[in-house]
T-cell receptor, first 112, second 108 residues
């Protein structure tokens, strides 16, 4: 069975641009969470979606938004990119909202 | 708020044992995870504790004391491939809160 997949693998943007990151959960998993990991730090929670509804949001500005589709895949959007948004963005899927998460390989975003 | 502390770096010799401590103060608790993360890669699951005590899985063991807000990960018979960052994470409700990670360097 395929694990969590994310695209793209790497991305380079400039300040002020917008970016969309994509995540496909493990087959049968209905919950997707997004985390941001800045170099040298642990991952920070951004969003969780379960059954296409937002279940939780971390301490991130409104420039960050996400959604979950009927097939349970998810997109994370970041507007008006700042240099500080450069990070590894991790997607984790779980069977339901409180079950064990499985992480994808991440998308490395560099903002210049 | 969530506060999770673990040492920044540890160095050990191949074949030795290393213990990584994690202390936490969180507003909720539904279990504690340990992940291994190699540079530039995603975290991979190592262990999970929700009740007090020791969980053993091969060369890796993890211990939890909920009353003390304390956990440790024990790595035995260290191998060069164990050089990585080790993340302690506490689950409360639907989200994980991570420590900053402990970088373990295994020397020959």
């Amino acid at each position: 069975d395929a694990g969590v997949t994310q695209s793209p693998t790497h991305l380079i943007k400039t300040r002020g641009q917008q970016v969309t990151l994509r995540c496909s959960p493990i087959s049968g998993h209905k919950s997707v969470s997004w985390y941001q990991q800045v170099l040298g730090q642990g991952p920070q929670f951004i969003f969780q979606y379960y059954e296409k509804e937002e279940r939780g949001r971390g301490n991130f500005p409104d420039r960050f938004s996400a959604r979950q589709f009927p097939n349970y895949s998810s997109e994370l959007n970041v507007n008006a990119l700042l240099l500080g948004d450069s990070a590894l963005y991790l997607c984790a899927s779980s069977l339901v909202d409180r079950s064990d998460p499985f992480f994808g390989p991440g998308t490395r975003l560099t903002v210049l | 708020g969530q506060n999770i502390d673990q040492p920044t770096e540890m160095t050990a010799t191949e074949g030795a044992i290393v213990q990584i401590n994690c202390t936490y103060q969180t507003s909720g608790f539904n279990g504690l995870f340990w992940y291994q993360q190699h540079a530039g890669e995603a975290p991979t699951f190592l262990s999970y504790n929700v009740l007090d005590g020791l969980e053993e899985k091969g060369r890796f063991s993890s211990f939890l004391s909920r009353s003390k807000g304390y956990s440790y990960l024990l790595l035995k018979e260290l191998q060069m491939k164990d050089s990585a960052s080790y993340l302690c994470a506490v689950r409360s409700d639907y989200k994980l809160s991570f420590g900053a990670g402990t970088t373990v360097t295994v020397r020959a």
